[in-house]
C-alpha cells in the first residue's frame, strides 16, 4: 500500500492498511477501492482526533455483544445445552444472556408506555 504521508506515521499507515484489508474482504471491492476507503478513513480520524492522546479499548464489549446476539440467534427454545457446547460456555451463561437479550427484545419492542405523544 502506499503511503499516506511523512508525517502521518505508523500508526495511521497500519489503520489505513487495516480499513482497505477489511473493505476487500467484507465489502469484495477493488484493490484500488479499499485502499483508497482505508486512507480515508484514517485521515478522517486525524481530522477528528489528531493531536489527541488516545486509549484504544480492546473491544471486549463488543465481541461480548457480538456472542450475546450469536447466542440469542441461534436459540431456538430448547437447545442451551447444544449453545452452550458449540462456543465452550456453561449452561448457566446460556440462560442469562438469553434472559437479558428477550428483555432487550421487550422493552425495545413495548416502547415507553408513559410517553405522551405531544406532537399528535
Known amino acids: 500500500?502506499?503511503?499516506?504521508?511523512?508525517?502521518?506515521?505508523?500508526?495511521?499507515?497500519?489503520?489505513?492498511?487495516?480499513v482497505s484489508q477489511s473493505a476487500k474482504e467484507t465489502l469484495q471491492i477493488s484493490?484500488?477501492?479499499a485502499e483508497a476507503h482505508g486512507i480515508e478513513v484514517a485521515m478522517q480520524m486525524a481530522?477528528?482526533?489528531?493531536?489527541?492522546?488516545l486509549?484504544?479499548?480492546?473491544?471486549?464489549?463488543l465481541q461480548a455483544s457480538k456472542l450475546h446476539q450469536q447466542i440469542f440467534d441461534e436459540w431456538k427454545g430448547r437447545n442451551q445445552r447444544e449453545i452452550a457446547?458449540?462456543?465452550?460456555?456453561?449452561?448457566?451463561?446460556?440462560?442469562k444472556v438469553i434472559k437479558r437479550m428477550r428483555l432487550a427484545?421487550?422493552?425495545?419492542?413495548?416502547?415507553d408506555l408513559f410517553h405522551t405523544h405531544l406532537e399528535e
Request: negative net charge; glycine residues 12%; without cysteine.
Open 1 to 18: 500500500m502506499k503511503e499516506i504521508s511523512s508525517t502521518a506515521g505508523d500508526l495511521l499507515q497500519a489503520l489505513a492498511d487495516h
Open 31 to 33: 484493490d484500488e477501492q
Open 47 to 53: 481530522s477528528v482526533w489528531g493531536g489527541q492522546q
Open 55 to 61: 486509549y484504544i479499548p480492546k473491544g471486549i464489549h
Open 85 to 95: 457446547m458449540k462456543h465452550g460456555i456453561s449452561l448457566a451463561f446460556v440462560y
Open 105 to 111: 427484545v421487550i422493552a425495545r419492542d413495548q416502547g
